[in-house]
């Protein structure tokens, strides 16, 4: 079966220190990735994709993230954040199994304090 | 310009009554979704529609019914509200030929008291 785990829940960091935010996921299938950021009382909004091509995708506000098939990872980065960046992120998995299928991960809240 | 609205953005009835929720993209997508997303953030999928067909639905309870009039609309009606559909509903639209990912309304906030 298809899942995909964000193995923390909520991520406490100060400003301007550097974060991770990991996701694992289990698929038999080609899956394209992404990241969706949700800022309080608002949708979610895609931050980066992974589809093909290099494994390292660079998305808005600064993060990035790297695809690592052997360890069935998209973690999340950032070098530096702000506390504007307190917010829900979303890691999601887009499989095609004869239809477009997506995934997503229970969240992880980032709190950042000054 | 609003790419995918939802209306209205709070809901506040009664256990029993019926509502619905409307949502509309103007990105000219192929597929529309509704998610339930709870207290502890956790989004569940309900419904996909692709080209005003049902495509996914989920185990949710038939009291849920969508409606798509066109490719550009997909709407949720609930009936017989109960106090756990309280939460907070989101609709999505994407292309599914390319570039995939999903663009979600703001979210309609459903309280059943």
């Known amino acids: 079966a298809q899942s995909v785990t964000q193995l923390d829940s909520q991520v406490p960091v100060f400003e301007e220190a550097p974060v991770e935010l990991r996701c694992n996921y289990s698929?038999?299938?080609?899956?394209?990735l992404f990241w969706y950021v949700q800022y309080p009382n608002q949708g979610l909004q895609l931050l980066l994709k992974?589809?093909?091509?290099?494994?390292l995708v660079k998305g808005i506000n600064g993060f990035e993230a790297e695809f690592n098939k052997s360890q069935t990872s998209f973690h999340l980065r950032k070098p530096s954040v702000h506390i504007s960046d307190t917010a829900e992120y979303f890691c999601?998995?887009?499989?095609?199994?004869?239809?477009?299928?997506?995934?997503f991960g229970a969240g992880t809240r980032l709190f950042v304090k000054a | 310009d609003t790419a995918v609205s939802q209306t209205p953005k709070y809901l506040v009835t009664q256990m029993g009554n019926d509502k619905s929720i409307k949502c509309e993209q103007n990105?000219?997508?192929?597929?529309m979704y509704w998610y339930k997303q709870d207290s502890k953030k956790f989004l569940k999928i309900m419904f996909s529609?692709?080209?005003?067909?049902?495509?996914i639905n989920e185990t949710v309870p038939n009291r849920f019914s969508p409606k798509s009039p066109d490719k550009a609309h997909l709407n949720l009606h609930i009936n017989s509200l109960e106090l756990g559909d309280s939460a907070v509903y989101f609709c999505?639209?994407?292309?599914?030929?390319?570039?995939?990912?999903?663009?979600f309304g703001p979210g309609t906030r459903l309280t059943v008291t």
């Open positions: 999601a998995v887009l499989l095609n199994t004869g239809g477009f299928k997506t995934i």
């Open positions: 999505a639209s994407s292309q599914d030929r390319g570039p995939y990912e999903q663009y």
């Open positions: 990105l000219g997508h192929d597929t």
């Open positions: 992974y589809l093909s091509g290099s494994t």
């Open positions: 698929s038999s299938v080609s899956v394209y």
């Open positions: 529609y692709n080209n005003k067909e049902l495509i």
